[in-house]
């Protein structure tokens, strides 16, 4: 891995003729903000070697949004409240907590001034969703993390770093609308234009991913299929850039859809009733459980979202809208002097 260091540090302080004050505020806590992804293509190849799957995807970054907070402490905690919290590790496996790590064993440990980080996460992401709530969890440590440790690390080093945490964590950092190959760790931005209004369906407990891709693999065998290598859709990329909810609506796809409905049968009445009420499109998000619903506008995914509610066929729905930008710092304390 090559990271390189830039030599300028944030936060150092150049007066108005340009001389270097050398005032260095200590920064007592960083807020990031990072948002849920939706896959509007999931392409999944055959399964490899090493068990994982070849990827084509298309990311797209949505507004239901977790904080996470970094502060130099005595010692190491993860505090975790919101969505879901009770089924998230408040320990060391948080990937919150393995994305500092992983981060300190690249900056070294002399660059954190305190020996120990306390990580405060507020969740309205739902766990085990299919939104990638944990891949967003450690993009936002790392953002977090380097502006606290002034590390001077370049949104390209994080993404680098990110790819080793987890498939999804880069598209987080990177967030608007991305092709994702691979695992889903390389990641290219994709050009959109306009915003696209979303309702997402929220289901009762969350999904594992690997028995959703272990079932997608057992229902391919099933039927003898060949696989063919995963492809970019064309077609999707240029409604993306039409910014036509009308024209994209028809073309989102998932290859993991079956494999989820398979395991949990009863989304199957959830897509078809977010149809029958005028979604534009329908599909489930990612591994699943969670479905999203693509609206007109706005007034269309709040009448579709009370109707969806009203319906019975989910645990609660949001409104959300995309592309939003990827994990970004929304508060810096410092330490008043
Ligand atoms: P994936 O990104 O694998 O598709 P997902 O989006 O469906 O997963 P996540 O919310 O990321 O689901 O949770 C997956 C698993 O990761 C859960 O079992 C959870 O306990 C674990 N996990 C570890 N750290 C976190 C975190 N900070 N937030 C949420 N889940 C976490």
Redesign the pocket.
Known sequence: MTLVCSAQQPGHDHDKDGYDRGIVSPVTSVTVRVPAKLNLQLAVGPARDDGYHDLVTVFHAVSLFDEVTVAPADRDSVV?TGEGAG???ADA????ARAAAALLRVVGPGAADAPGLAIR?I?R?P?????????A?AAATLVGCNELWRTGLRPQDLRELASGI?S?VAFALLGGSAIGTGRGERVTPALASGTFHWVLAFATG??S?SDVYAACDRIRASRGLTVPEPALDNAIMAALRSGDPAALGPLLSNDLQQAAISLRPELRRALAAGRELGALGAMVS??GPTCAFLARNLGHAQKLAAALTGAGVCRGVASVAGPVPGACVTADATEQA
């Not at 496996?93 to 919150?96: P, Q, T």
């Open positions: 975790v089924d998230v590790p496996s948080n990937l919150a996460i969740k992401i766990v085990a969703a299919g939104l990638a709530g944990g891949s969890n987890g999804d969350g999904l991913t990612g591994s």
